[in-house]
């Protein structure tokens, strides 16, 4: 069954089409339907699809050409956030308060008060979390949580689903820290998904849909460790360099 021209409506548990079919506009739609167990979404970011829709909405699943990546040793780290990070004006963690970050990334941005993050996202990125396959970074400032973001990871891909800051600089060190993890944790491309006039300022690039497809497929196949937890609730970026083995910026 159809849903408009060229977008197919699928079953739970049923294969999504080749990434080619998707629309041109909008840009990347690939299917509707579906559902958002962890098989599904497992199943769909490593080909490249990712589920975004409002809640009045069905499952959405998209696949935008161009797609905009970040590769971690391409991160510009501007001056100011430099100087931050170096006197330890922000405090981190991983994996530590997952929940709170997604509930922080879906408040609302605009006076209409709308968000992507629904419920029903809320609960499946949750489960890709005790899956082991969603990490959160989270920053923090005299001991509030101010900032941070959250994605699913597989081999050494990482797909940046949201973040948040409540202070300034905030979610730019998450992303730092992220990129500053490379090594450690074999990451390899970053997924931003759509391109903002932000991102790109932070050494995001766009590839073609069959040029982020081979990328996609290569970083999927490194190996990388399971265990993403940091064991104290927030530490400096020197402790994070240490225990890790990098180079402060």
Known sequence: MSHGPG???????????????????????????????VETLLHAYSRGIFPWFN???????????????????????????????????????????????????????????????????????????????????????????????????????????????????ASKAALALLCRLQPAHGITLIDCQMETPHLLSLGARTLPRQAFEAKLSESIGVATPADWQWPHLAAPLTAYAARYSFEMP
């Open 7 to 37: 977008v197919p409506w699928l079953m739970p548990g049923a294969p999504f089409p080749p990434t080619d079919q998707a629309l041109t506009e909008p840009d990347g739609l690939l299917a509707i339907g579906a559902d958002l167990s």
């Open 55 to 169: 809640d009045d909405q069905p499952i959405l699943w998209w696949t935008p050409d161009p797609r905009l990546v970040l590769f971690p040793q391409a991160f510009h780290l501007s001056r100011s956030l430099r100087r931050l990070l170096r006197r330890d004006h922000f405090q981190f963690s991983i994996d530590q308060h997952f929940t709170s970050v997604m509930k922080a990334c879906a408040a609302p941005r605009d006076a209409l008060g709308g968000t992507w993050i629904v419920d029903d996202m809320r609960s499946a990125y949750l489960a890709l979390h005790h899956a082991g396959h969603a990490h959160s970074i989270e920053v923090w400032r005299d001991g509030v949580l101010c900032g941070g973001l959250y994605g699913v990871c597989l081999g050494g891909a990482f797909f940046g689903e949201s973040m948040f800051s409540r202070a300034d600089n």
